[in-house]
């Protein structure tokens, strides 16, 4: 999506991302970011709680008007949990030989699923 | 492995790496990376503006396996062309196809990873000039040469027949 971002700021369209996955979208550089330090899966806010995510989404209108110069990112001032354990889970190494490779074996079948799909779509 | 503090941002570039790695990978994926960024200014206040909106969520398909909310990663729900699909109806939209975070959240709730409804309540309100009468559907998983090439100026190419003077992008 960043990527599609920066076409569109080279076209004259002002873009702004709503987004959790900060080094990803920052390394891609994009001119607009409105970040909240989530789990991946939630970009607008906490579900549930729509309050939040009006907030969340609010900020990110605010942002397209206000940006003056690219690679402005804004945080959002929501904590996921005051324990940031679950930092910890996503992509997780600390898993036993056994499961990586249970994973493996997943991830492969996936994939293969994606690769005849894109073929029969393209 | 990355040795982060826990209250620092996940690296995900970094773990991704170490996680592919880990799982036998020598080729793990090359994120995409550039010093200039380009930068368009909004050319009239949002509230006279037309907004367009662009999801990486998937359209629900009945006929394809479990997509959730709650659903373990699912490549079949993939999709490899850009679509679109009317601003004026709630979509059924899932994110079964992405790799998000399974064990802390849960895909239970269209609004927290696609905002048209607050979109449309800021139009209400007139903080927003109009939507544009469709939004539209970024494929993922795809190399950065098809973004760039196809997916990209088809969503341009679709934001300008929409009129769009802006747009929101969310990425799951």
Known sequence: MSLVSRHLEENGIPTVIIGAARDIVERCGVARFVWSDFPLGNPCGRPGDKAMQRSIVGMALDLLESATAPRTTVQTPYEWSPDHSWKKDFWSLELSGEQLARQKVEFDRQKEIARQKRESEC | MDTSPSREPIPYVERSRSYYLAQGYDNPYNWAQHDEV???????????????????????????????????????????????????????????????????????????????????????????????????????????????????????????????????????
Request: net charge neutral; charged share 25%; aromatic share 8%.
């Open chain 2, 38 to 172: 380009p930068f368009t200014r909004l050319s009239k206040p949002l509230s006279q503006a037309r907004l367009g909106l662009v999801t990486t969520a998937s359209i629900y398909r009945p006929d394809l396996a479990d997509q959730g909310p709650g659903a373990p990663y699912n490549a079949e729900a993939k999709f490899y062309r850009v679509y679109s699909l009317p601003s004026s109806e709630r979509p059924d939209l899932r994110i079964s196809h992405v790799g998000y975070d399974r064990v802390h959240t849960h895909a239970d709730d269209l609004d927290a990873y696609f905002p048209l409804a607050h979109l449309q309540q800021f139009q209400r309100e007139g903080r927003i000039g109009s939507l544009t009468p469709r939004f539209h559907g970024a494929p993922t998983n795809r190399s950065q040469r098809t973004t760039v090439e196809q997916d990209a100026p088809e969503i341009l190419a679709r934001l300008r027949e929409d009129g769009a003077e802006a747009a929101v992008l969310v990425p799951i």
